[in-house]
């Protein structure tokens, strides 16, 4: 995984920042946020939007799950930036460091019933960065045309 | 996230799952897939046609159901998913599995 690092907001990008308990009460409103603002995603379609919110949402729970195991203090603050074609979700959290590179891909031939998350979330995006601790950020970005960053897909014309 | 069952002749169970299937909603799904299971039907039918968002907590839920039935000799069949569910399934290569 790459740096995951906020800088400031590109020319052209807007940024949205809100809050949340991290708890799997919370997941669907972060969800219906997350949604709202891919709604301001130029280029984005349905797919772009099923895609981003399963990612968000495997991440959201992966916090919960594992960075705050047993703590019911935490919070996740929800970075979005809004550019042309793409948008860049920044989800941080100061729960435990989570070791990425340790976690192999599951074996779906055995059909297995978890370890599934992190698998469907770099799925689901075009870029996976990830910077541990103290705060750790989990940086998600998608593209409305992988293969162009920043072009705008044809839908929005 | 609403569900329904429905036992019907022949041994088969039908399951309706509406609304988001996700790590917090699954937690009031278990007692009933547990149930089904309880029951050994020969064939179970789970409609996802209304069932809008699943993540990989609900797919684990259905997979263990696929498990268990097909242990005692029933089968799992999923039908009607669409969208964002649908999609989800099939990159996990369940679609065939599953009968999509």
Known sequence: MGSAVSTKPAAGSMRVTFQLRASLECRAVAIDLVSTIIGHVQGADRMFRHEMVTAFGEAFNNIVAHGYRGRTDGMVEIEADIRPGELILRIKDEGSVVDYGAISPPDLETLPESGMGVYIMHAMVD??????????????????NPGAPGHVGPDQS | MNFTRTNVEGGECQLRIEGALDALTVRDLRPVLDAIVADQPKRVVVDLAELTLIDSS????????????????????????QEQPLAVLKLLKLDRVLGL
């Open chain 1, 127 to 144: 870029e996976v960065a990830y910077s541990g601790g103290p705060l750790n950020v989990l940086s998600l970005t998608k593209r409305t």
């Open chain 2, 58 to 81: 609900g797919v684990g839920a259905i997979v263990s159901l696929f498990k268990r039935v097909k242990a005692n000799g029933g089968e799992v069949v999923v039908v009607r998913a």
